[in-house]
């Protein structure tokens, strides 16, 4: 058994060693791989073979695909989004150029096929070049499927939206309701409702602005806006100068506070495929009278996040995080300097005393309720109150004092290093 244990680790050995040269082989015959992909190309898509002018950034998409999953491979590890964020602008420039969806997904598995044969090619007709082969069958299709998905829904994106800026009647209509004024021309109030938007429909506006130099972003950026909030009717969108704006139907508070989180995930999804951006939603607007109150909310609320970009979402935040959240150098030096070295030197320490005072002011001054949320001992609680109030001055069971702290509170973690 012990004989039969140590040729299995030897055979595997053998095998990855295989693997090692089939994939180092592929890499060094880089240039010549994708000359053949090329080829292929041309030769199984017509589409492609009628767009000369395209194909010395196709060649070069083609070799980034190889260079990146081959050398993930060679490395044992799995590709990661930022990895393969080149295909966005990959995606936007296909669908810009005319070819049909279907044609551009094509041209991923022809290039796919044309590295399996190479593949098999270089693993050769040992038994253990072949198993090594058939090692990379599953990452290579886990690759394709990945990038595929990728592909396809930036294409999508871009096709649905790039024609914003040329779209006349939406940009008329846009500026129409950012004044206020409900259309007077039939197309426009067609338009409107094609919209989801009527007399008095309640809707929020949602400014956003790309902080990547990509010529794309603009319209990257408008296509998952439109995505995230096209719930109930899809939503206008516009690339209006420097900034993307979007109106979107809205049946309630809550679920204007649906739609924050949507867009939440949004910026997310584009901030981990390298394209970040500033983004706000507003309060809601009820109706088109009530937009330029709303437009201009989310203009200053993204304008203040212009340059680190993320995420501004005034229908989740509470009017006391919003006052905090705006504050000036004034308010700051208003703060009791030895409030905030209290709180700094907690913040250091674990935050244990702001915990306290932020889950006492959240249970009504209930110190039982605030111990079972915190899970510790009552005594524990009233122990680390007592303590903040010696070295602040600060009653946390006073109203006065204990809006004092939560502001302090709030100020600390906005001036806090990151």
Same mark, same amino acid.
Do not use: C
């Given at each position: 058994?012990?004989?039969?244990?140590?040729?299995?680790?030897?055979?595997?050995?053998?095998?990855?060693?295989?693997?090692?040269?089939?994939?180092?082989?592929?890499?060094?015959?880089?240039?010549?791989?994708?000359?053949?992909?090329?080829?292929?190309?041309?030769?199984?898509?017509?589409?492609?073979?009628?767009?000369?002018?395209?194909?010395?950034?196709?060649?070069?998409?083609?070799?980034?695909?190889?260079?990146?999953?081959?050398?993930?491979?060679?490395?044992?590890?799995?590709?990661?989004?930022?990895?393969?964020?080149?295909?966005?602008?990959?995606?936007?420039?296909?669908?810009?150029?005319?070819?049909?969806?279907?044609?551009?997904?094509?041209?991923?598995?022809?290039?796919?096929?044309?590295?399996?044969?190479?593949?098999?090619?270089?693993?050769?007709?040992?038994?253990?070049?072949?198993?090594?082969?058939?090692?990379?069958? %599953?990452?290579?299709?886990?690759? +394709?499927?990945?990038?595929?998905?990728?592909?396809? &829904? /930036? $294409?999508? @994106?871009? #096709? *649905?939206?790039?024609?914003?800026?040329?779209?006349?009647?939406?940009?008329?209509?846009?500026?129409?309701?950012?004044?206020?004024?409900?259309?007077?021309?039939?197309?426009?109030?067609?338009?409107?409702?094609?919209?989801?938007?009527?007399?008095?429909?309640?809707?929020?506006?949602?400014?956003?602005?790309?902080?990547?130099?990509?010529?794309?972003?603009?319209?990257?950026?408008?296509?998952?806006?439109?995505?995230?909030?096209?719930?109930?009717?899809?939503?206008?969108?516009?690339?209006?100068?420097?900034?993307?704006?979007?109106?979107?139907?809205?049946?309630?508070?809550?679920?204007?506070?649906?739609?924050?989180?949507?867009?939440?995930?949004?910026?997310?999804?584009?901030?981990?495929?390298?394209?970040?951006? %500033?983004?706000?939603?507003?309060? +809601?607007?009820?109706?088109?009278?009530?937009?330029? &109150? /709303? $437009?201009? @909310?989310? #203009? *200053?609320?993204?304008?203040?996040?212009?340059?680190?970009?993320?995420?501004?979402?005034?229908?989740?935040?509470?009017?006391?995080?919003?006052?905090?959240?705006?504050?000036?150098?004034?308010?700051?030096?208003?703060?009791?300097?030895?409030?905030?070295?209290?709180?700094?030197?907690?913040?250091?320490?674990?935050?244990?005393?702001?915990?306290?005072?932020?889950?006492?002011?959240?249970?009504?001054?209930?110190?039982?309720?605030?111990?079972?949320?915190?899970?510790?001992?009552?005594?524990?609680?009233?122990?680390?109150?007592?303590?903040?109030?010696?070295?602040?001055?600060?009653?946390?069971?006073?109203?006065?004092?204990?809006?004092?702290?939560?502001?302090?509170?709030?100020?600390?973690?906005?001036?806090?290093?990151?």
């Amino acid at each position: 058994m012990a004989t039969q244990g140590v040729e299995t680790v030897e055979r595997r050995d053998v095998v990855r060693a295989e693997r090692v040269r089939i994939l180092s082989a592929l890499l060094g015959d880089l240039d010549s791989l994708v000359e053949a992909a090329i080829a292929a190309i041309r030769a199984e898509i017509p589409a492609y073979a009628a767009r000369d002018e395209i194909f010395a950034d196709v060649k070069e998409q083609v070799a980034a695909h190889y260079r990146t999953k081959l050398t993930a491979f060679l490395e044992e590890r799995t590709v990661a989004l930022e990895e393969v964020a080149f295909i966005r602008g990959a995606a936007t420039r296909r669908a810009r150029a005319g070819l049909a969806l279907e044609d551009y997904i094509a041209a991923y598995r022809v290039g796919e096929k044309v590295l399996w044969n190479a593949v098999v090619s270089a693993a050769g007709r040992s038994p253990e070049g072949q198993e090594a082969a058939l090692t990379l069958a %599953a990452p290579l299709m886990r690759y +394709v499927d990945f990038v595929t998905t990728q592909a396809a &829904r /930036a $294409y999508v @994106e871009f #096709r *649905q939206f790039a024609v914003a800026d040329a779209d006349r009647e939406r940009r008329d209509l846009l500026e129409q309701l950012l004044s206020g004024e409900w259309p007077a021309q039939t197309e426009l109030r067609e338009a409107a409702e094609r919209h989801g938007v009527g007399h008095d429909t309640p809707l929020v506006a949602i400014v956003a602005a790309a902080t990547s130099g990509e010529s794309d972003a603009p319209h990257t950026v408008s296509g998952a806006l439109a995505r995230a909030a096209g719930q109930k009717a899809q939503p206008l969108v516009v690339v209006r100068r420097d900034e993307v704006v979007a109106l979107a139907a809205v049946s309630s508070h809550a679920d204007a506070g649906a739609l924050s989180e949507r867009v939440a995930a949004a910026h997310e999804r584009l901030d981990a495929e390298g394209l970040p951006f %500033a983004v706000a939603v507003s309060t +809601v607007a009820n109706g088109p009278s009530e937009l330029p &109150r /709303a $437009y201009a @909310e989310a #203009r *200053q609320a993204v304008g203040r996040i212009a340059e680190s970009g993320g995420v501004v979402a005034l229908p989740s935040l509470s009017a006391f995080e919003y006052l905090t959240s705006r504050t000036d150098d004034t308010v700051g030096r208003l703060v009791d300097p030895r409030v905030r070295q209290v709180l700094a030197e907690d913040r250091a320490r674990g935050s244990v005393l702001t915990t306290t005072v932020r889950a006492f002011a959240e249970a009504d001054l209930s110190l039982r309720v605030t111990a079972e949320r915190l899970h510790i001992h009552p005594n524990t609680a009233q122990y680390r109150l007592r303590r903040l109030e010696e070295r602040t001055g600060r009653n946390p069971r006073r109203f006065r004092d204990l809006v004092e702290l939560l502001i302090a509170i709030a100020l600390d973690e906005q001036s806090a290093p990151t």
